[in-house]
């Protein structure tokens, strides 16, 4: 478990590697059709991948407004910290550009998880492609 690592990824090269790790957790498991997880702020977002060794088993994206999104974990690396060690980078970096206030729509059951990162829930909750979610920030 010690060999688990994250680093910015590059959105061209890498992409079939966040591909495949999303469509394996938001299309395949979570049922969320491939035409609404794919959008136009991919392009824009800087991108990380969590790695054990070398093989990428995690993903998140950071947009230029400071919103987190897209954070996934393959299954059989879930319970291991992995988001943990993900989230730690990406709040980290957003602090570096100057994003002291990050925000993201977390799925209810995960609110627990972002909580425990400083995250507070500022909304009610909501559907968003059939799933409960609720809006979230950390910082400012």
């Known amino acids: ?12 090269k890498d992409i079939d590697e966040i591909r495949r ?7 395949a498991e979570q049922s969320v059709p491939p035409e609404l997880e794919w959008d136009a702020d991919d392009a824009g977002a800087m991108h990380f991948l969590a790695f054990e ?21 393959l299954k059989d690396w879930r319970g291991l910290k992995v988001g ?18 990050q925000f993201l729509s977390a799925q209810v059951y995960a609110a627990p998880f972002y909580e ?6 500022v909304s009610d909750e909501f559907l968003e492609v059939g799933i409960p979610h609720v809006d979230m920030v950390r910082g400012d």
């Open 116 to 121: 425990r990162l400083g995250f507070k829930i």
């Open 53 to 73: 060794g070398d093989f990428p088993i995690g993903t998140a994206r950071l947009l230029p407004s400071g919103e987190i999104g897209r954070v996934s974990v």
């Open 84 to 101: 943990d060690k993900l989230m730690e980078t990406v709040i980290g970096v957003a602090e570096q550009r100057g994003q002291t206030r």
């Open 21 to 27: 790790i999303r469509e394996a957790v938001f299309v």
């Open 1 to 12: 478990m010690n060999r688990i690592h994250v680093s910015v990824a590059d959105w061209r």
